[in-house]
């Protein structure tokens, strides 16, 4: 009963944070509510027996990135001018349709087809995750994101430098 | 009584297409980052949840990857951020067209 009332509030705590994220006008604002909506993710990440995500979430999303955003954001000091409206007047609209036509779409399929009964006792500990990733199954694509890393590293000072 | 692994397949959905309209409607250009970065963790709660639903770990796998990914698209994504800025002097992503026709 607890793990419900955790599941259904944090659900609720993302989902108006991430309305706050697109709804907000101040970017600053938006990069705020998408840090509540990270680490309810991470919360329900935990109730959903993934401890190692949920940790992971609130390192590397809540911790790194969104600094980094941030960091951006108060570097560039955007004018906290409001948007103007022009020709997106109808676009909003639109894209407010669509989404709810998505919402609608995937919602009935996921009705229709999604009764999976979770098997009991599953727990995802750090232990059980790490040994699959360190197996041989995906120990070259783990090696592989280092390069990937180590690349977008390069790429980002190489682009944010003024004259290299 | 605990909550169907279902519910969070539709709090994914959700999230998702949160991200997506955004991703239309905002017109800061960090704005319509933090949108892509929404929608990226919409697919990491799909995989955590249905990894839950078939008591596979592969979905976790997945997710550290896909965080992978995000970690190297923010501080690119972010560079380039700030290039064009420093070329427009705006964020604003109507001001970036020199490629459209």
Known sequence: MLEAILFYSFAGLALASAVGVVAQRNPILSALS????????????????????AALQVIVYAGAIMVLFLFVLMLLNVPRREEGDGPRGVLKGVAILLGL?????????????GHAAAPAGYEATTQSVAQLLFSSRF????EATSVLILSALVGAVALAKKDL | MTF????????????FTLGVVGVFLRRNIITVFMCIELML???????VAFSRAQGALDGQILVFFVMTVA????????????ALHRSKDTLDVDAFNTLKW
Do not use: D, K, M, R
């Open chain 2, 4 to 15: 169907p692994v279902q519910h969070a397949i539709y709090l994914s959905l959700g999230l």
């Open chain 1, 101 to 113: 036509l998505f919402v609608v779409q995937v919602g009935a399929v996921i009705a229709a087809h």
């Open chain 2, 71 to 82: 970690a190297a698209e923010a501080a690119v994504g972010l560079a380039i951020v700030i």
């Open chain 2, 41 to 47: 963790n919409a697919v990491n709660l799909a995989f």
């Open chain 1, 139 to 142: 120990l070259y694509v783990f």
């Open chain 1, 34 to 53: 998408l840090i509540v909506t990270l680490c309810s993710l991470s919360a329900i990440f935990g109730l959903l027996g993934s401890p190692f995500i």
